[in-house]
Structures are given as structure tokens and as C-alpha cells.
């Protein structure tokens, strides 16, 4: 079982549709990140949230942290294919936040 | 360069025999991390070195696992006697401190290994 589970694990949607993929743990993390990831590359950081109930908009991007800093969801408005990627969460643990842990990622397939 | 810089980019290595992995992190960050992922899934923590500290080696999954960090800067992961279940990409990223606040964390493109 992983620290933080993410669902769903593939997500195969037509472009212009609206998607949300969830990111949940029973710890709470000092911080939350989002990040992308496409083939062969390594994954880049889309959004960081540090305080509960935050909420971030980037663009057709909305991401959310929940209130207990258990859990986090992110929102994609009007999907396009350029979204096609794997989408992972990853918290910060541990006395000094150093750890940082990986959900095991949502697959997210946009067709056009 | 200005990113992280992994080396090789592609291994194929046989079984029992020793690899290592370069990782050269950007310029002036404190705080470098090796993770692994193997394909189509999430990363796996393996290591983290933060400035003088003592590393967080506590994601390596066995003593055939090690990484050394010489000079802040440039780091090597080393895995001995090589087993397929070794297959994997192995991910480096650098970052100016540690995440607890959200500090910025680059990735390199990792690096390919394929245990025959």
C-alpha cells in the first residue's frame, strides 16, 4: 500500500472534457506538488500547495489541498491532447519535510 | 548545463555485474534525491543528501544499493551484483533546500537501466 494512493489510475477522456484525478493519504504532509511527467523525461513540477484549503488556478488548472493536508485533487477545465501525460502527486514527510513521496500516478489520455 | 544532468542515459548491463549512475546536480543546490521508477508507474524514494548532513538512505531496498555524494556537488549511485528486478529508470533531482516548503525540485531524464 502506498503512503499517497491516487486515483484513478488511467484516465482516457476526448479533448474539451473536464477531468479530475485525486491524491489521498491518512499522513499530513507540510506540503503537496503536482507534477507531469511525459515519456522519457523526468517530471516537472506543475504547482505547489503548502496551506490547508489552499486552492491554485494555473490557467485551465485548478488544485486543491485539502483542509487536514491529507489529501489533494487536480482539476483540468476543457482537457486539450497537449494534457496527455502522467500526472504525479508527491508529498513532503518527515520532522524536516525532507522525504519527498510519490503517489503511483494517473495515466491521463486526451484524444482528439 | 543549466539543468540536472544524469549519465548514462541508457545501460544495459548483465546479470551480477556492478553499474553506477552519475547525477550532476544544478549549480549551488544543497539538496539532491535519487529516485526510481520503473515503467509507467510512480517514483520510488531511494536517497536524499542534503548539504553536510548525513544522507536519508532510507529508501534503498537493499545493501547492494549505496550513492555517494563527494563535494556537495556530484553524486553516484552504485548497484552491485545487478538482478533484472534491477530494471528500471533511476531519476536524480537537485533542488536549492529541502521540500517542506515547497521548494522547487528539478529532475533530470533519468537513466535507462535494463538488467539481461
Known amino acids: 500500500t502506498q503512503l499517497l494512493e491516487q486515483s484513478p489510475q488511467f484516465l482516457s477522456i476526448q479533448e474539451g472534457e473536464n477531468l479530475t484525478v485525486y491524491c489521498n493519504s491518512s499522513s499530513v504532509f507540510s506540503s503537496l506538488q503536482w507534477y507531469r511527467q511525459e515519456p522519457g523525461e523526468g517530471p516537472v513540477l506543475l504547482v505547489t500547495v503548502v496551506t490547508g484549503g489552499e486552492v491554485k488556478k494555473l490557467k485551465r488548472l485548478t488544485f486543491q489541498f485539502g483542509d487536514a493536508r491529507k489529501d489533494s485533487s487536480l482539476h483540468i477545465t476543457a482537457a486539450q491532447t497537449g494534457d496527455t501525460g502522467l500526472y504525479l502527486c508527491a508529498g513532503a514527510l518527515g520532522a524536516a519535510g525532507n522525504k519527498l513521496t510519490f503517489g503511483g500516478g494517473t495515466r491521463v489520455l486526451v484524444k482528439p | 548545463g543549466a539543468g540536472v544532468s544524469q549519465s548514462p542515459s541508457n545501460k544495459v548491463t548483465e546479470k551480477g555485474k556492478d553499474v553506477e549512475l552519475r547525477c550532476d546536480p544544478i549549480?549551488?543546490?544543497?539538496?539532491l534525491y535519487w529516485y526510481r521508477q520503473s515503467l509507467g508507474q510512480g517514483l520510488e524514494f531511494l536517497i536524499y543528501?542534503?548539504?553536510?548532513?548525513?544522507?536519508?538512505k532510507s529508501g534503498l531496498p537493499s545493501d547492494r544499493f549505496s550513492a555517494e555524494r563527494t563535494g556537495g556537488s556530484v553524486s553516484t549511485l552504485t548497484i552491485q551484483r545487478t538482478q533484472q528486478e534491477d530494471s528500471a529508470v533511476y531519476l536524480c533531482a537537485s533542488s536549492s533546500a529541502g521540500p517542506r516548503k515547497g521548494n522547487t525540485i528539478y529532475f533530470g531524464e533519468g537513466s535507462w537501466l535494463t538488467v539481461v
Open positions: 543528501f542534503q548539504g553536510n548532513s548525513a544522507p536519508d
Open positions: 549549480s549551488g543546490h544543497t539538496a
